[in-house]
């Protein structure tokens, strides 16, 4: 129902934008976040919307790189990366709740995407 794109390999400094198509239902009321997960290491909350787009959070290691928004009319989030590090390196996914202040918590995610793979080379 989620469906995360826009991966790929990028050397360091450089951009991608990720995105995250919704089939199935709509989640224009559901607060959307994405979260990463790199090898060995536990999946980590990277940045959350309000179901308006109005609200927006963020991971202290990504704030001000990294920009999500949203198109509800098209029922996608989006993940701008700027500046990428090679830390960055990890599956990202989207994910999906009705609550923002809970979107963030990785146990409390209701939808999940698929991954999608981001190699930032040094």
């Known amino acids: 129902q989620l469906q995360a794109s826009g991966g790929g390999l990028v050397q360091a400094g450089g951009s991608l934008r990720l995105s995250c198509a919704a089939s199935?239902?709509?989640?224009?009321?559901?607060?959307m976040g994405w979260f990463r997960q790199a090898p060995g290491k536990e999946r980590e909350f990277v940045a959350a919307?309000?179901?308006?787009?109005?609200?927006?959070y963020y991971a202290d290691s990504v704030k001000g790189r990294l920009t999500i928004s949203r198109d509800n009319a098209k029922n996608t989030v989006y993940l701008q990366m700027n500046s990428l590090k090679p830390e960055d390196t990890a599956v990202y996914y989207c994910?999906?709740?009705?609550?923002?202040?809970?979107?963030?918590?990785?146990?409390?995610?209701?939808?999940w995407g698929q991954g999608t793979q981001v190699t930032v080379s040094s």
């Open positions: 994910a999906a709740h009705p609550s923002f202040n809970l979107i963030r918590v990785v146990t409390e995610v209701d939808y």
């Open positions: 919307i309000s179901w308006s787009g109005g609200n927006t």
């Open positions: 199935g239902r709509t989640f224009s009321s559901y607060a």
